[in-house]
Nanobody, 122 residues
Framework: VQLQACGGGLVQARGSLRLSCAASRRTFSSHVMGWFRQAPGKEREFVAAIRWGGGRTYYADSVKGRFTVSRDNAKNTMYLQMNSLKPEDTAVYYC????????????????WGQGTEVTVSS
């Protein structure tokens, strides 16, 4: 399975961006798709995730109330709507699929996209 992430860019603080992650084939209802990010010099961290079947969502505390993860089953695409962006949100954002269910540990995710860079200026 190939994941293609896009939508990153340069935005001012308090601005918005929407990231997309398209899967090359059908995502099963048991799968969880997630967003992670990695800032320079830091470890990759969990941002948000969504269960493909049912649509239950999960968020890191740092993004709750500002970011919204969603999916379009017909398009096999996951989205991350990011509002009220802060300079500390600057990172490369990756999408990934976990075939084993919900986890915030990147090591359990099976397939990864190539990353899309988000830069938030102050």
């Amino acid at each position: 399975v190939q994941l293609q992430a896009c939508g990153g860019g340069l935005v001012q603080a308090r601005g918005s961006l929407r990231l997309s992650c398209a899967a090359s084939r059908r995502t099963f209802s048991s799968h969880v798709m997630g967003w992670f990010r990695q800032a320079p010099g830091k470890e990759r961290e969990f941002v948000a995730a969504i269960r493909w079947g049912g649509g239950r969502t999960y968020y890191a505390d740092s993004v709750k109330g500002r970011f919204t993860v969603s999916r379009d089953n017909a398009k096999n695409t996951m989205y991350l709507q990011m509002n009220s962006l802060k300079p500390e949100d600057t990172a490369v954002y990756y999408c990934a699929t976990d075939t084993g269910g919900y986890s915030e540990n990147p090591s359990t995710f099976d397939w990864w996209g190539q990353g899309t860079e988000v830069t938030v200026s102050s």
